[in-house]
């Protein structure tokens, strides 16, 4: 369906029986910028509360809704109700037709899509293969501990409990294993201040920082293999500061550096490794936040790697930015990405996503969930 004719400009309910575009352009055209997810958040447990094969669950503005048909396995599928501030990009207009048809607006890489994706398959599959929890979270696209799904894990973590999850976050249709950790580490360099015209009687610390600098210039990151998926390391000062006036010798630097490390290694491990190629300066770490290891080996991530393959998608690869697949990481709960959407417009005004991709996620992740 490519129609243009005036729709009413914010859905007052969502028809999870609906076709694809249209589901997911009701779900777009619900703003639900990070913080004003209520809205939707209400029309989604409305939507899903009539389904009787699922236990409805609410928790500020997550919804949570699972089956308990008492399968061997459950599969968690989760995605965020929230969206970057709306750029004059609602409501969501269509271009192109059939095969070619795009959906344009806020949320339809970034993930509404995705989610509408997973309301769909949560009102029709009524007796999936494995048993499912579908999880609708609040406050993704900012800080960390505002996350809904932080709340979750840590006020109900038996909601989120499964063998396996998969997070509906934008991938252009391929699976992402996994993430990368990241760390954030301060290197305080000192000297001794001195006014310039007699600089030989300080110590200048800027100097000093050049040999933190040359390190992490000259440190050669590894790539770590993991379930054939490649994470890629990266050291890097990314912030540096040093300096009171033109005329003094300066007595401090300081240097920010940011570790994104394989999911192999411990949070621990990574501070240990950190300090290692820096040893000898004062390293103090601000932040650091393990990985998630992809799982793929997993009976049931085996099952659904084929499913997508099956319905003509990439192989998978690894995911590098930290997302909230480590939440369930850290519940035990290996988990990957795989949603519709190109990454790279998520956020920008024309984002973006062609119709046919929100078709083939739909088919992958229904062929996984009804496998005999
Ligand atoms: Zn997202």
């Known amino acids: 369906m490519t129609s243009t004719a005036p729709r009413p400009a914010v859905p007052t309910g969502l028809d999870l029986s609906a076709d694809l575009l249209t589901l997911t352009r009701a779900v777009c055209d619900v703003p639900s910028v990070s913080g004003d997810e209520r809205a939707l958040a209400d029309l989604v447990e409305t939507a899903l509360r009539p389904c009787t094969h699922l236990e409805v669950l609410r928790d500020g503005d997550t919804v949570v809704a699972r ?39 806020r949320g ?46 840590e006020r109900h973590p038996d909601w989120l409990v499964g063998d396996f999850a998969v997070l509906g976050e934008p991938t252009a249709g391929g699976i992402e294993g996994g993430c990368n950790g990241t760390l954030r580490a301060r290197v305080v360099v ?16 800027i100097h000093a920082a050049g040999e933190v600098l040359r390190r992490l210039e000259a440190y050669r990151p590894a790539t770590v293999s993991i379930d054939r998926l490649d994470y890629r ?30 999911p192999s290694r411990t949070a621990d491990e990574a501070i240990a490794h950190v300090r290692e190629v820096l040893a000898g300066f004062d390293v103090e ?59 790279l417009l998520a956020h920008r005004d024309d984002e973006r996503c062609p119709v046919a991709q929100v078709e083939a996620v739909h088919a992958a992740l229904r062929a996984w969930l009804t496998r005999a």
């Open 233 to 262: 390391e990266g050291l890097n000062a990314v912030l540096i500061s040093g300096g009171t006036a033109a005329n003094v010798v300066p007595d401090r630097c300081e240097v920010t550096v940011n570790y994104r490390f394989a």
């Open 67 to 105: 089956t308990a048909l008492g399968r061997a396995r459950r599969v968690v599928l989760a995605g965020h109700l929230d969206t970057v501030p709306v750029a004059a990009n609602l409501p969501t207009r269509v271009t192109g037709e059939g095969p070619d048809a795009v959906l344009w607006g």
């Open 190 to 205: 000192p000297g001794v201040a001195a006014h310039s015209a007699r600089a030989w009687t300080g110590v200048n610390a």
């Open 108 to 153: 339809t890489v970034d993930m509404k899509a995705g989610v509408a994706v997973l309301l769909s398959l949560a009102a029709e599959l009524t007796t999936p293969s494995d048993d499912v929890t579908w999880v609708f979270y609040d406050h993704e696209e900012v800080a960390a501990d505002l996350s809904g799904l932080g709340r979750v894990v």
């Open 285 to 343: 770490v601000l932040d650091v936040a393990a990985g998630a290891l992809p799982g793929l080996g997993h009976p049931a991530a085996r099952a659904f790697v084929s499913a997508v393959l099956g319905a003509g998608g990439p192989a998978p690869t690894a995911k590098l930015g930290w997302t909230d697949v480590a939440r369930f990481s850290a519940l035990g709960v290996p988990a990957v990405n795989f949603g519709p959407g190109d990454p």
